[in-house]
């Protein structure tokens, strides 16, 4: 597999620390070398959080370069917004299609939040894959796997197979979620080998 560059990002609480470590996992079992680094931020007042993971066969930094992002993985639409400029022009950006409006954007002076952020994120990326994670999610009954439904979503731009993420859940989701979490990622590939998108 040529180089992967993976900047996922989203606020906090919303399992972005884990999908990296599902994705760090999986391409490990693939036999890659693999470096992460997380930028937690408030996470524990809704901040924004990121994480930087890089994939090859060998791998010297865990920092991605603004720009050389191959795929970017949002949680929330302002926050691909945020980071789209991480992405290269022929990138992919996975994009959850939530709106989490923070409670400064409601504030006349604050900076409020973008009018249709998926759009810009459109005519700055490659390729854009939309999906409602968090619906996908309730249809299984657990919306706790909305992480799990967009790493599936991801899964189609990188060379790890399938087996590989399935070890991975396994080894990392909590005792009691291994099933549904690969009921997940199965619907999250799914839907972007069906092209869904807004």
């Not at 997380?38 to 924004?48: D, T, Y």
């Not at 396994?170 to 869904?196: L, M, Q, S, W």
Request: glycine share 10%.
């Amino acid at each position: 597999m040529k180089s992967m560059n993976v900047l996922i990002v989203g606020v906090g609480g919303q399992g972005v620390l884990l999908a990296s470590e599902l994705l760090s996992d999986a391409a490990l079992r693939a036999g890659f070398d693999v470096k992460k680094s997380e930028v937690h931020g408030m996470a524990q007042r809704g901040g924004s959080v990121s994480s930087h993971v890089r994939i090859a066969g060998q791998v010297r930094s865990p920092l991605i370069p603004a720009g050389q992002a191959e795929a970017l993985m949002a949680f929330e639409q302002a926050e691909a917004l945020r980071w789209v400029h991480f992405l290269r022009a022929d990138g992919t950006a996975v994009v959850n299609r939530k709106r989490l409006v923070p409670p400064v954007a409601l504030f006349r002076t604050g900076p409020g939040y973008p009018d249709d952020p998926l759009s810009s994120v459109r005519a700055r990326s490659g390729r854009v894959v939309s999906i409602d994670a968090e619906a996908a999610a309730r249809r299984l009954g657990n919306p706790r796997v909305e992480n799990t439904v967009l790493l599936g979503a991801l899964s189609g731009c990188l060379e790890i197979p399938e087996t590989a993420w399935m070890q991975a859940i396994e080894a990392r989701v909590p005792a009691g979620t291994i099933d549904i979490n690969r009921e997940a990622f199965r619907a999250g590939a799914g839907t972007a080998v069906n092209g869904e998108d807004a």
